[in-house]
């Protein structure tokens, strides 16, 4: 019994070096494979005109790693105008935890980890960075990582013609469940399950910004998306912004809180649309614009049109802005300081974002804070079809005049002294070409004051114009105009024709003071003004007419 024990102890361990030895030779093997084929994928790369180079590779079975040390590929320059090429550069590649079975049975690459440290990517438009099929057939393969880790990853893409950089991103990167195909009868496909992206910088040189973010998270498989802590900061001055751009334009700077949204989807496959059930950001936005410079003329489309235009399907249930504040400040073509105005307290809602369909519409509901003061709401709905009109319609509250002094003293050397705006209500419809509506004024005591405009006064300081301020006071502005006054005293026409060069905000702005001018016959007195000044030029043009007939005739009888 004993010898027949003794037997079955020897078969057993006999068996078992047996198979240890096999999974050793076996994973020894496969290893040598994996790295003969790491060469021949170097090789088919070689072939379709890329250079590759890399310091050292060593495949290590007994601690499951592969290691590749200074890796380089780049391709050679196919212009003149860009002295350097399009490269990839990686310190150190590591793969942990390979998995053999997938390797032998599916020609699938299948890691635990993968680690890139220090990557640099320089590419530029209409990249050359392409494979000729012969390569592509090489390098068919399947790649699977449990998680990639890239530390300090830089990438630039390039202007072709100069190569300029267009666009220049570092961050640190984490991809979890990474799946990726490279077949020559299909299309590139790839997965994730979760995407993250610490402490990464943007740099937009064209564009003068550089854009700093925290983290950012995209969980493919809860279907969200996070931003934590965006900053937009330019990379100029307010005057020198606007200099270096040569025009007026607008220089945003922003602080981010936060970006939100869930039930997120995406599809690239036939059509590429992305969805969201909710989004949801807090900011605070402030704006500048110098209005000494020349105006370029740019097209800017109505928001819809934008949405429609664009060159994806975006499907949002609900886009929420929470607690949030804008601040506009501009440098009038004639004055010496810049002014502003700002809202606080900003809370919007805008549903049904869809640039799919043609029917319906898009709603925006929002209120704010005028100047840390008067309460303000505004409801705006947008038409999918183009052919109908957008309106909107919105109150001012409890708001204290002299408040806008700060933007209008600035541009007009008008100043109120005195005033509370007890209630403003407008209702106007709008398209491409022009706006349409009513302005409800009910407020009481306004008083203001015009100052001077010769440079003497502005050299002195701010000086009081007498007897403009009286005719302002008395004949063109009432000092109240409230539940007294019958209601067509208080209500005013809108209607603008919209400069399709200029935003939205410009266009509504717009279209109110309109309204106001209507209140006060500013508009009819404008008119009237014109049409004197128009038969002046008449009368002036018959004068100059007989005079020359005179001259005409009198050298002829000469």
Known sequence: MAIKNKYKAI????????????????????????????????????????????????????????????????KNPYDTACVNPEFISIAKVRADGIRLFPLILSNTLDFEELYLETPRVAMRENSMFRLDSAAQREIEFVLKVDRVLIK?????????????????????????????????DKKFEYTADKVMLDSSEVHLPRAFYTLWVKETTLDFSDEKLSIDSLKIVPDFGNVEFGRRRGYEVDRFEAIIPYIKATNLSFSFLDSTWVKAELAEVRFFLKVFRDKRLPFKKIPKPLPVDAIQDLPFGLLIDS????????????????????????????????????????DGHAQLRA????????????????????????????????????????????????????????????????????????????????????YKEDD??????????????????????????DEKLPEEKRTGTVMYERDDNRSIFNFWVKSLLSGIKSAYNLDKMAEKKDERESKKEERLAKRLERKQKKAVKKRDRG
Not at 37 to 63: C, H, P, Q, T
Not at 167 to 183: K, P, V
Not at 418 to 431: D, Q
């Open 456 to 481: 003497e006064s502005k050299e002195a300081g701010p000086q009081k114009d007498n007897l403009k301020t009286f005719i302002l006071n008395t004949f063109v502005f009432r000092k109240n105009m």
């Open 11 to 74: 078969i057993i361990i006999l068996l078992i070096s047996l198979v240890t030895a096999g999974f050793i030779w076996v994973r020894s093997y496969v290893f040598s494979k994996l790295g003969l084929a790491i060469n021949r994928k170097i090789e088919s790369l070689k072939v379709s005109g890329f250079n590759v180079k890399y310091d050292s590779l060593s495949v290590d079975w007994k601690k499951n790693i592969v290691e590749i040390h200074g890796l380089l590929l780049d």
């Open 319 to 358: 886009l929420r802005i929470i607690k949030s504040y804008v601040q506009y400040d501009e440098f009038p073509e004639e004055g010496s300081d810049a002014g502003g105005v700002y809202f606080d307290n900003l809370y919007a809602v805008l549903s049904n974002i869809n640039n799919t369909v043609a």
């Open 152 to 184: 300090e990853a830089n990438l630039q893409y390039t202007d072709s013609l100069d190569c300029e950089v267009i666009t220049a991103l570092q961050s640190n990167i984490s991809i979890d469940g990474l799946q990726m195909e490279f077949r020559i």
């Open 367 to 450: 209120n704010a804070s005028l100047m840390g003061h008067g309460n303000i709401e505004v409801s705006v709905t947008f038409p999918f079809n183009r052919d109908q009109r957008s309106s909107i319609s919105g109150s001012l509250h409890d708001f204290p005049i002299e408040k806008i002094n700060p933007m209008l003293t600035p541009s007009t050397n008008i100043k109120v002294t005195s005033g509370i705006m007890h209630k403003l209500t407008f209702n106007f419809w709008f398209n491409a070409i022009r706006s349409d509506g009513e302005i409800e004024l009910n407020y009481e005591d306004l008083k203001l004051v015009i």
